[in-house]
């Protein structure tokens, strides 16, 4: 597509729920990552995609987040178990190569009540 | 560990006032600069990048920033502010890897 897209714009959840976040990156992308941003803070790296595999997941708070990329395009995150410190608004952005920027997704506003 | 501080958290200036915003980071080695921008209710975009050359980048919608290595700095600027650049700006650096840092915004308000 001609930018990322990210499904869905909004969720709410109840603590202890289980929630899956999906990311559409633009096609030939090879790269994608997720970010987390929390109100008033800049984006905080969770998770970075090359292809199908996770090359650095160094971000992921604990192993109640998950994320997958089967075909090396469409990523979902998952939360497990999720708490109202999850609130957040999830980020994902897909670029062509090392450093050369990214270009961002509209987000997920995921609040949990 | 690399990280970003911005100076100001909130900015506010009258239309055609110019604009500076302070952008510190915290790495030894050769990094990646950017800046980028969020208008209220859309997704973070890209307004100019750094890699190597010419310190003064020049972006989109007349925005410009300076990188001053040895003050490990790149401070955004604009001669004259619109009503329309109303928008949180991130600066953010990458270290040549994939992992990119972001400051903690700063948010600025143009007042008509």
Same mark, same amino acid.
């Given at each position: ?5 990210? %499904?869905? /714009? ?27 941003? /929390? ?18 997941? /160094?971000?992921?708070?604990n ?12 990523? %979902? ?11 957040a ?8 190569? %090392?450093?050369?920027?990214?270009t961002?997704? /509209?987000?997920?506003?995921? %609040?949990?009540? | 560990?690399?990280s970003? +501080?911005? @100076?100001?958290? @909130? ?6 006032? +110019?604009?500076?915003? &302070? ?17 209220? &209710?859309? @997704? ?14 020049k ?16 401070n955004?600027?604009?001669? +004259?502010?619109?009503?329309?650049? #109303?928008a ?14 972001? &400051?903690?915004? #700063?948010?600025? +308000?143009?007042?008509?």
């Amino acid at each position: 597509g001609a930018g990322v897209s990210q %499904t869905p /714009s909004n969720k709410v959840t109840e603590k202890g729920k289980y929630v899956e976040l999906r990311c559409d990156p633009i096609s030939g992308h090879t790269a994608l990552y997720w970010y987390r941003q /929390s109100l008033g803070q800049g984006p905080e790296f969770l998770i970075y995609f090359q292809g199908t595999g996770a090359a650095d997941d /160094s971000g992921l708070p604990n192993d109640r987040f998950f994320a997958v990329r089967p075909e090396g395009s469409v990523s %979902t995150l998952k939360i497990q178990r999720t708490e109202r410190g999850d609130s957040a608004v999830y980020l994902c952005a897909s670029s062509t190569g %090392t450093g050369y920027g990214y270009t961002f997704g /509209s987000g997920t506003r995921l %609040t949990v009540v | 560990a690399q990280s970003v +501080s911005q @100076h100001n958290h @909130h900015v506010i200036l009258s239309e055609a006032a +110019s604009l500076e915003l &302070g952008c510190n980071y915290s790495y030894g080695g050769t990094v990646n600069l950017f800046w980028y921008v969020q208008y209220p &209710g859309q @997704h973070l975009q890209l307004l100019l990048k750094y890699f190597s050359g010419d310190p003064l980048v020049k972006g989109i919608k007349g925005f410009e920033a300076e990188f001053i290595k040895s003050k490990f700095s790149f401070n955004l600027r604009k001669p +004259s502010v619109q009503w329309s650049d #109303t928008a949180e700006y991130f600066c953010a650096v990458n270290d040549q890897g994939q992992n990119f840092v972001f &400051g903690p915004g #700063t948010r600025l +308000s143009v007042l008509p």
